[in-house]
């Protein structure tokens, strides 16, 4: 069955580093590959959306790659600050299926430490 | 412009009562799609609606029916409501009904506790 892997274990990063979160998956093979910022009792929020054809994408601070090969996503916070604190929710969408419909990973909490 | 809005924000009914949750799309989006969030796990997909008809439809049973009305704006129904039910609901316009490297919007979600 598809299944898509975060690391259910919160990441506490001090203030000014980078933050690299991770989104593997097996058995899918999406079109595309989004990166959604939740925090408590909100909905989602859009990051960035990199398509299978491309292996980066950047947006000020933010930047997400996208392997194939590997089956992994990694999102990259640089110079994180304690507002970056959130849940991070990494989302797959097959094309061509003739309907919207993602599938998401269960996502990882990120604490950023003044 | 406004967002995507959902109501009610939060909701706490009874085993077997039935519930009917309600959303707005961005104007312009006739693409809506419903998720369901268990705490501590990412949302689940449960319908999509495209110009009032059912687009997807996730794994889920049959007491969860949905509809979309001429204005775009769409209705979820969950009846004879189980514990397990309890979540928060997520309402998710767009503005195709497919895949088109654009993202999905999502309202604030409905809280739902079943007691």
């Known amino acids: 069955s598809q299944k898509i892997e975060q690391n259910s274990e919160a990441l506490n990063i001090q203030e000014g580093k980078t933050a690299t979160l991770t989104c593997n998956y097996t058995n899918y093979s999406p079109a595309y590959l989004q990166w959604y910022r939740q925090d408590p009792g909100r909905g989602p929020v859009f990051l960035l959306l990199i398509r299978e054809n491309e292996k980066e994408k950047r947006k000020e601070r933010l930047k997400v790659t996208f392997d194939t090969t590997l089956k992994q996503s990694l999102f990259h916070i640089t110079a994180s600050q304690p507002a970056d604190s959130a849940t991070y929710l990494c989302?797959?969408?097959?094309?061509?299926?003739?309907?919207?419909?993602?599938?998401f990973g269960s996502g990882t909490r990120l604490q950023v430490q003044p | 412009d406004a967002g995507v809005t959902q109501s009610p924000t939060h909701l706490i009914k009874t085993r077997g009562q039935h519930v009917t949750l309600r959303c707005s799309p961005i104007?312009?989006?006739?693409?809506v799609s419903w998720y369901q969030q268990v705490l501590g796990q990412g949302p689940q997909f449960i319908f999509q609606?495209?110009?009032?008809?059912?687009?997807g439809r996730g794994n889920f049973p049959d007491r969860f029916s949905a509809r979309q009305f001429p204005n775009y704006s769409s209705e979820l129904n969950v009846n004879a409501l189980l514990l397990g039910d309890s979540a928060l609901y997520l309402c998710?316009?767009?503005?195709?009904?497919?895949?088109?490297?654009?993202?999905?919007?999502f309202g604030q979600g409905t809280r739902l506790t079943v007691v």
């Open positions: 609606y495209y110009e009032k008809e059912e687009r």
């Open positions: 989302a797959l969408e097959k094309g061509k299926t003739g309907r919207r419909a993602l599938t």
């Open positions: 998710a316009s767009s503005l195709f009904p497919e895949p088109r490297n654009t993202e999905a919007f």
């Open positions: 104007s312009g989006h006739k693409s």
